[in-house]
């Protein structure tokens, strides 16, 4: 029973250790029933199995993505309706707009096409501008207060779901990685092997050798067939 563990996929080599300490578990090899072997083989796998599968990221990019849209388009709007009433000048409170307008100027009038930290360090300074007593006073002749309401919030929502995923993926790179901890089974499932093998030939342990030859010849044929197809 020989097999290059190293050759195995990351998957392929839990699919081996968990069928392994399934045969192990079936109850039917009283020869293995509490041997020490087990204990430590199926600690290793455990392991390995809480991470093998993990996301180098949290998947929030899509949330995050969203959010920013979100706060974009509130941006966008509150922008082109001040830009659109100041050039009307025979309006009421068209120079409210012109002013209003002119802080939006000076931070920047392509906030929505900047990298998220660049925008939301120039929308933070442009909230904090618009809520000044001066300004909220032009806002509220304008109408604007239920809009800037909206941009605020637009703006806090995508600070929350950035933070949210920035802490995410900080957890997911404080776990050990899976090809940090293979060793360690690959260790653990070669040492169970060496054991069936020796005692391939003693009574009550042909049956236990040759089941779990089985499952190596299968892993044997997941490794080919990776290498025919590399999708798998």
Same mark, same amino acid.
């Given at each position: 029973?020989?097999?290059s563990?190293?050759?195995l996929?990351?998957?392929?080599?839990?699919t081996?250790?968990q069928?392994m300490i399934?045969?192990?578990?079936?109850?039917?090899?009283a020869v293995?029933?509490?041997?020490?072997?087990t204990?430590?083989?199926?600690?290793?796998?455990g392991?390995?199995?809480?991470?093998y599968?993990?996301q180098t990221y949290?998947?929030?990019?899509k949330?995050?993505?969203?959010?920013?849209?979100?706060r974009?388009?509130?941006?966008s709007n509150?922008k082109a309706?001040?830009n659109?009433?100041?050039?009307?000048?025979l309006?009421?409170?068209?120079?409210?707009?012109?002013? @209003?307008?002119?802080?939006?100027k000076s931070?920047?009038?392509?906030?929505?096409?900047?990298?998220y930290?660049s925008?939301?360090?120039q929308m933070?300074?442009l909230?904090?501008?618009?809520?000044?007593?001066?300004?909220?006073?032009?806002?509220?002749?304008?109408?604007?207060t239920a809009?800037?309401?909206?941009l605020?919030?637009?703006?806090e929502n995508?600070?929350?779901?950035?933070?949210?995923?920035a802490?995410?993926?900080?957890? @997911?790179?404080?776990?050990?990685?899976?090809?940090?901890?293979?060793?360690?089974?690959?260790?653990?499932?070669?040492?169970?092997i060496? @054991?069936?093998?020796?005692m391939k030939?003693v009574?009550?342990w042909?049956?236990l050798?040759?089941?779990?030859?089985?499952?190596?010849?299968s892993?044997?044929?997941?490794?080919?067939?990776?290498?025919t197809?590399?999708?798998?």
């Amino acid at each position: 029973m020989e097999i290059s563990l190293g050759r195995l996929g990351t998957k392929d080599l839990a699919t081996l250790a968990q069928r392994m300490i399934n045969t192990i578990q079936s109850g039917k090899y009283a020869v293995i029933a509490g041997h020490p072997l087990t204990a430590a083989l199926q600690s290793a796998y455990g392991d390995y199995d809480e991470v093998y599968t993990k996301q180098t990221y949290s998947g929030k990019g899509k949330d995050v993505a969203a959010a920013d849209l979100e706060r974009d388009e509130a941006y966008s709007n509150m922008k082109a309706f001040l830009n659109a009433y100041r050039k009307m000048t025979l309006v009421p409170n068209y120079q409210a707009a012109e002013d @209003l307008y002119g802080v939006f100027k000076s931070f920047g009038l392509d906030l929505d096409r900047q990298s998220y930290s660049s925008q939301s360090a120039q929308m933070k300074k442009l909230i904090e501008a618009l809520e000044s007593t001066e300004n909220q006073q032009k806002i509220n002749a304008l109408s604007l207060t239920a809009t800037f309401a909206d941009l605020k919030t637009k703006y806090e929502n995508f600070e929350n779901v950035f933070a949210g995923q920035a802490e995410a993926n900080a957890d @997911l790179r404080t776990m050990p990685s899976a090809s940090a901890i293979r060793h360690d089974l690959e260790k653990n499932i070669k040492t169970y092997i060496s @054991l069936l093998t020796a005692m391939k030939d003693v009574a009550g342990w042909e049956l236990l050798y040759s089941d779990t030859n089985e499952l190596v010849k299968s892993a044997k044929n997941s490794e080919v067939k990776r290498k025919t197809d590399p999708s798998l």
